[in-house]
């Protein structure tokens, strides 16, 4: 068996304490900054797990309540174990001038059963009696809810409030029950919504809200590297994928340590990873772990004995039994859980212990396979990222499957290993600070420090915003978008370009594993067409804008990233000295004054995870991944050698000729390239047209 681990993601933060601070109304950073917009008929907060959406949401719907005539105030969770998190909380007690108060009856989160439609289908009655009643908050699942407007109607829930947690399951697919069901409130007009998600992208690369109705809602983003860096506790953050042959139930021993807080996810029994009997595979895990004792009667929890003489708690979460399963976890939501450290030790779950789940003491999330979307990697490294008194290090680690050449499932194991370089690409993007970009000299942004010279005109400035963690940098030749709605996207939504981006299987394949893509066929034709397609109403020149600020914010984190790794220095005791940090990797990288966006489009963003991928697997391995995607190449698409006869025409505009297949540098033969096979669809539909019509 051959393996290897490796942190493809570092970050360390700067332990300010300003995530954990409160003001004078007992409100936290983020909780402030969507306070401050409690106004807005559409708010969406961005934040990541931790940082308090659930209380923000609190302050927001008790002033909507009390001081701008809403009725009632409707929160609507994924799944009843989350309902929890907006019980019943004493606000007045730091500071606020009200309490959040649900009566118990109106939390239909509690309502005894199983989560499935059946019971989901019995409380739509409770929701309608809740309507028609003066009492102002009630808690239901998505699935009560969405039953409830079906047989309710649009209308029964004017002037009120819907606020709708993990918001990144709503999808602008007309398939998607309850998105259908937001764009009617939306476009009735005549309710409040808060949508609320630590990822508001989906795994499926659909967009969670149509262009026209994400333009309604205000942003309050707070950005992960924001609350990491504003931990008191949480010093560093590792980011690991692991590949492995063979068995993983072999392979998890090295990579579990009973001394450390553990979420293990095993996989599912329908995936390659399983071995079909989950249930052995928990027994192996904790056999591993140490000798078994029993369980505790009480929490269901089964004591394990280490090799160091130390008895461990662990909670199986796999069990099919209701019964054992609704104990443990009803003994991992208890009070104990949250104030005592060594309540529980390891966690295993299959499908549970996900989002909105809050074990702060965790410290190591280890997840075997790759999960069915980018989403559910970022809630479930959000389940190690919280602060707690003693925990001073977090990491996820992704087993997966590493290709064999006898297998026989070698593409879906290729597939795998490419949506984990996805998942990599995408952490160092959404841990990185915020960008600002602004052609060079168009003057200095209030409240950046630009170093020791200050600001100076002239020269390609760099200024960085300590409080908010937020870069601006001026870039030679970039052009700004013109439209309200462009400049928002720019401001608010380039991670969510490039998460679009980054789940492009074609761009992976060619960025990663073909010697002759040419930088620019990603930059700007992949990137190109989609911001085109996920921005269609936009005009050509704010599609370009918001393609050049995704690209550069995408490579500045990249190389970045890349510097931290070759700079950073172990000291022997395993902590690593200077550059560890994403900022200062950034800073270092922006000593480079000259950047412009010629320069940035001949970056490939995927450079850096193939040097990832080529420590962490073997030369075999990856010439057998070259293969299997060489195998399935195709040629141009009508939709691509349209993209690229597109830029040849802008090409021939700069430099007044056009471009020629015998050139030597590479991007002119591709455009060539384009032009020539756009001609012969052209010809080909003209073709066809002209045997219809004779």
Known sequence: MTSNTIPAVRLVTGQTGASSSANELGMRPMQARAYAHRGEQYLLIKSPPASGKSRALMFVALDKLHNQGVKQAIIVVPERSIGGSFADEPLSAHGFWADW???????????????????????????????????????????????????????????????????????????????????????RDKAHLVAMTGSY???????????????????????????????RYLKTLDIAYSFYTGR???????????????????????????????????????????????????????????????????ADLVDDDPAKRDRVAAALKSPEARSDRDHVDVIIALGMAKEGFDWIWCEHALTVGYRSSLTEIIQIIGRATRDAPGKTVARFTNLIAEP??????????????????????????????????????????????????????????????????????????????????????????????????IQDKQAIERGLFDPEVVPEELTQVRMGKIVRDRYPDLSETDQEAIRQHAIAALNITQQAAKIVTETATD??????????????????????????????????????????LAKAMNEGTLRQV???????????????????????????????????????????????????AFARFRAKAQAAGAAANG
């Not at 309502?111 to 009492?135: C, H, I, N, Q």
């Not at 333009?215 to 931990?231: C, D, I, M, P």
């Not at 300590?466 to 380039?494: M, N, V, W, Y």
């Open 101 to 187: 108060t649900v009566k118990p009856h109106w939390n239909l989160c509690n309502t005894p059963g199983a989560d499935d439609v059946k019971v989901a289908r019995s409380k739509v009655k409770a929701v309608g009696e809740f309507l028609a009643s003066d009492d102002t908050v009630l808690v239901c699942t998505h699935a009560t809810f969405r039953f409830a407007i079906d047989e309710l109607g649009i209308a029964a829930f004017d002037g009120r409030l819907i606020a709708v947690d993990e918001f990144h399951h709503v999808s602008a697919n007309p398939e998607n029950r309850l998105g259908a069901q937001l764009g009617q409130l939306i476009a």
């Open 201 to 231: 992208f989906r795994g499926d690369a659909v967009a969670v809200l149509s262009a026209e109705d994400e333009a309604k809602f205000t942003t309050v983003t707070y950005t992960y590297y924001e609350q990491l860096n504003g931990y």
């Open 248 to 314: 993983y139930v072999d392979k998890i021993n090295t990579l579990l340590d009973p001394a450390v807080k553990t979420i293990v996810h095993i996989p599912s029994v329908n995936s390659r990873e399983s071995t079909k009997d989950k249930h052995r595979e928990v027994e192996e895990i904790m056999d591993h772990l140490g000798t078994w004792k029993g369980t505790d009667a009480q929490t269901g929890f089964h004591l394990i004995e280490t090799a160091a003489g130390a008895t461990i708690r662990v």
């Open 571 to 612: 000291d022997g005791t395993g902590e690593l000295k200077a550059n560890t940090s994403f900022v200062d990797g950034v800073r270092k990288f922006m000593n480079v004054r000259e950047l412009d966006i010629d320069l940035i489009d001949r970056i490939n963003p995927f450079e850096a995870a193939c040097a990832i």
């Open 404 to 501: 064999a050449a006898a297998d026989d499932v070698v593409a879906e194991a290729v597939n795998d290993t490419l949506k984990a370089i996805a998942a990599s690409l995408l952490m160092e993007q959404v841990l990185a600070p915020r960008f600002e970009f602004t052609p060079k000299d168009a003057g200095e942004k209030p409240g950046f420090d630009y170093g020791p010279d200050g600001y100076q005109e002239g020269r390609t400035n760099v200024g960085f915003n300590e409080e908010r963690g937020q870069f601006h940098f001026e870039l030679k030749d970039l052009l700004l978008p013109s439209s309200t709605e462009g400049r928002r996207i720019c401001a608010e939504d380039i991670n969510e370009v490039i998460t679009s981006f």
């Open 626 to 676: 070259q293969a299997a995607i060489s195998a399935r190449k195709t040629t141009l698409t009508e939709d691509e050698a349209r993209a690229f006869a597109i830029r040849a025409v802008q090409w021939k505009r700069e430099r007044g000729r056009a471009p020629e297949a015998t050139s030597q540098d590479p991007w002119e033969r591709q455009l060539a390239e384009g032009v020539a």
